[in-house]
């Protein structure tokens, strides 16, 4: 464990491997713990957060074959949201863990659209015999302007959000995307920028929030928030 954590923290480590510092940071402090720990037992001070069983993981040797060797496959998917699975011809280009699950982006083959699968909603993988189309975006600029696994097609709009002075402190000292920006401050608010597609991700992020947030810009997704605020109230009454 020692090597392991003297291999981790090596500078050299994060250039060749590059920048995952939840996976290492978290594998560095378990092991910091157990070798500060009896190696006996496990100490009764310390509760890691749980995570969850990952579904889907059983196809990702599958897919990592597939994305390398240039392979359309065949999926029989089956999403919440339908009542029968079916068949989707697609040509993997990359996979994305996001909150413990694992999903396939990709371009359907039929819609000619890059689509999201998640992995513990795919029913059976097989080869097909269409000829492989290369993707035309890498991971960073086809994510940039999204949070979660989604990213809706054109540019983001801007956004702007008042944040209560305390509940701030924490976006600021973890902020939610990459684009956050700090534009005005008193001594009650903060006002945050974030060019960002709306999607249900981040609009879950803005509504967990509660009354510490409210969207300044833009109106129309103000608006929409408003709506939905006043069916959650209806569903109370």
Same mark, same amino acid.
């Given at each position: 464990?020692?090597?392991?954590?003297?291999?981790?923290? @090596?500078? &050299?480590?994060?250039? #060749?491997?590059?920048?995952?510092?939840?996976?290492?940071?978290?594998?560095?402090?378990a092991i910091r713990i157990?070798?500060? =720990?009896?190696?006996?037992?496990?100490? @009764?001070?310390?509760?890691?957060?749980?995570?969850?069983?990952?579904?889907?993981? $059983?196809?990702?040797?599958?897919?990592?074959?597939?994305?390398?060797?240039?392979?359309?496959?065949?999926?029989?998917?089956?999403?919440?949201?339908?009542?029968?699975p079916y068949f989707a011809?697609v040509h993997p280009y990359?996979?994305?863990?996001? &909150? /413990?699950?694992?999903?396939?982006?990709?371009?359907? @083959?039929?819609?000619?659209?890059?689509?999201?699968?998640?992995? @513990?909603?795919?029913?059976?993988?097989?080869?097909?015999?269409?000829? /492989? $189309?290369? &993707?035309?975006?890498?991971?960073?600029?086809?994510?940039?302007?999204?949070?979660?696994?989604?990213?809706?097609?054109?540019?983001?709009?801007?956004?702007?959000?008042?944040?209560?002075?305390?509940?701030?402190?924490? #976006?600021?000292?973890?902020?939610?995307?990459?684009?956050?920006?700090?534009?005005?401050?008193?001594?009650?608010?903060?006002?945050? =920028?974030? $060019?960002?597609?709306?999607?249900?991700?981040?609009? /879950?992020?803005?509504?967990?929030?509660?009354?510490?947030? &409210?969207?300044?810009?833009?109106?129309?997704?103000?608006?929409?928030?408003? =709506?939905?605020?006043?069916?959650?109230?209806?569903?109370?009454?």
């Amino acid at each position: 464990m020692s090597e392991v954590l003297r291999l981790l923290e @090596d500078p &050299r480590f994060t250039e #060749m491997f590059g920048d995952i510092p939840g996976v290492i940071q978290k594998l560095i402090d378990a092991i910091r713990i157990t070798t500060l =720990s009896r190696q006996d037992a496990s100490p @009764d001070f310390i509760d890691f957060e749980k995570i969850p069983k990952m579904e889907g993981s $059983r196809h990702l040797p599958g897919l990592m074959h597939a994305i390398m060797k240039e392979q359309a496959i065949r999926l029989y998917y089956h999403p919440f949201y339908e009542d029968k699975p079916y068949f989707a011809d697609v040509h993997p280009y990359l996979l994305k863990e996001y &909150r /413990y699950r694992w999903y396939l982006i990709g371009l359907n @083959d039929f819609k000619d659209q890059v689509r999201t699968y998640a992995l @513990d909603r795919i029913r059976d993988i097989r080869e097909t015999d269409l000829p /492989y $189309r290369p &993707r035309q975006f890498t991971a960073r600029d086809y994510f940039r302007n999204a949070l979660g696994v989604i990213s809706p097609a054109g540019p983001p709009p801007l956004l702007k959000v008042a944040v209560q002075k305390t509940q701030a402190q924490y #976006m600021i000292t973890q902020p939610w995307h990459e684009t956050q920006n700090i534009e005005q401050e008193d001594e009650e608010e903060v006002i945050f =920028s974030f $060019r960002i597609h709306p999607t249900y991700e981040f609009r /879950y992020l803005l509504m967990g929030s509660g009354k510490d947030l &409210r969207v300044l810009e833009p109106g129309w997704l103000r608006d929409e928030l408003m =709506s939905e605020l006043e069916e959650t109230l209806n569903n109370y009454r």
